[in-house]
């Protein structure tokens, strides 16, 4: 079992800049990646930024360039810093872990922390 808790989030203007931070806890050595998602209403959640233990990072196409994640395995911490912030960007963000399993993979999620981009 791994426990997510995510901080950091609130309300910025554009062109602003936010930290989004996630704690993890429990079985946090089987943690194969880390990241982040959002999610708007009436929408899927997609995925915004990934990082592997090995470093390698995933970014949506439209954030590169203005999101940064990076990692603290020594704390057991994620973090998601966001720069250049637009209108669109806003949403539910989730912390992600990806935990191996014998046999395959197993998701968990933190509680969500909103961030909202004013116009």
Do not use: H
């Not at 996630?22 to 998602?37: H, K, L």
């Amino acid at each position: 079992q791994v426990q997510l808790v995510e901080s950091g989030g609130g309300l910025v203007q554009t062109g602003g800049s936010l930290r989004i931070s996630c704690a993890a806890s429990g079985s946090t050595a089987s943690i194969v990646t880390g990241g982040w998602y959002r999610q708007t209403p009436g929408n899927q959640r997609e995925p915004v930024a990934i990082v592997s233990v090995g470093g390698d990072t995933y970014y949506l196409e439209s954030v590169k360039d203005r999101f940064t994640i990076s990692r603290d395995n020594a704390k057991n911490m994620v973090y998601l810093q966001m720069n250049s912030l637009k209108p669109e960007d806003t949403a539910v963000y989730y912390c992600n872990a990806r935990v191996r399993r014998t046999y395959d993979f197993q998701d968990y999620w933190g509680q969500g922390t909103q961030v909202t981009v004013s116009s």
